[in-house]
């Protein structure tokens, strides 16, 4: 079993704030990173998939950076605002293994007004 | 919306039982994968099918096997069922097989409660 860890835990932030958090996984045979937003009562919704190191990608307010050769990826939240509130997972593949998915335990992110 | 649909949405039965789960994928993708979320654990791989057939095997229990059908919908049977068993399960599709990078759209869940 791959390990995909991810931190912190879980965060509270004020309505503006700009955040980020990590997402540590194995450096060697890279797939593929896919990042999740998931909110309460939904499904998980897909933000990124990234695959090249350096790799940069940005959605609205959301950004994400990907560094393979130390096993790591970032997602950053600019001006955060309360309808970012979710659980934000990556999602870790293997080259061994293709497109099966190894989550990461998420990020639980509550913006307050 | 992802466009993947699962049935049921909530599932009641009791230890020893059988149930089947259904999920019909996005139109256009032909791959299936099956996701076990259990109260203390993220999201675990289960199964992956492409076209019709099985193509990944994660750490799915004996007692639980899954098909895809020639109209591409999938169902995951869950046999001799034990309370550990209760869990959200998620059905996920993509364009891709085993060796893509695609993205995997994610249904509403079933979420299974066993008594």
């Known amino acids: 079993i791959l390990n995909v860890e991810q931190s912190p835990q879980s965060l509270h932030v004020q309505e503006g ?66 309808e970012d509130s979710a659980t934000y997972l990556c999602a870790f593949t293997h080259r061994d293994t293709g497109n099966q998915f190894y989550f990461g335990t998420g990020t639980s992110l509550t913006v307050i007004p | 919306d992802s466009g993947v649909t699962q049935t049921p949405k909530h599932l009641i039965t009791a230890t020893g039982q059988r149930v089947t789960l259904r999920c019909s994928p996005r139109s256009g993708d032909l791959s299936v994968y099956w996701y076990q979320q259990s109260l203390d654990q993220g999201l675990q791989f289960l199964i992956q099918y492409y076209n019709g057939e099985e193509r990944a095997k994660g750490n799915i229990l004996e007692r639980f096997s899954a098909q895809q059908f020639p109209d591409l919908h999938s169902e995951l049977n869950l046999s001799s069922l034990e309370l550990g068993d209760s869990a959200l399960y998620f059905c996920a599709s993509s364009v891709g097989g085993v060796w893509s990078t695609d993205t995997q759209y994610f249904g509403p869940g079933t979420r299974l409660t066993v008594l």
């Open chain 1, 17 to 82: 704030d700009s955040t980020n958090f990590t997402c540590s996984f194995p450096s060697s045979n890279f797939y593929a990173l896919h990042w999740y937003r998931w909110e309460t009562a939904k499904s998980p919704e897909a933000l990124f998939v990234m695959t090249l190191n350096g790799d940069e990608k940005k959605k609205g307010r959301i950004s994400a950076t990907l560094n393979t050769k130390e096993g790591y990826s970032y997602l950053y939240i600019k001006g955060s605002q309360p």
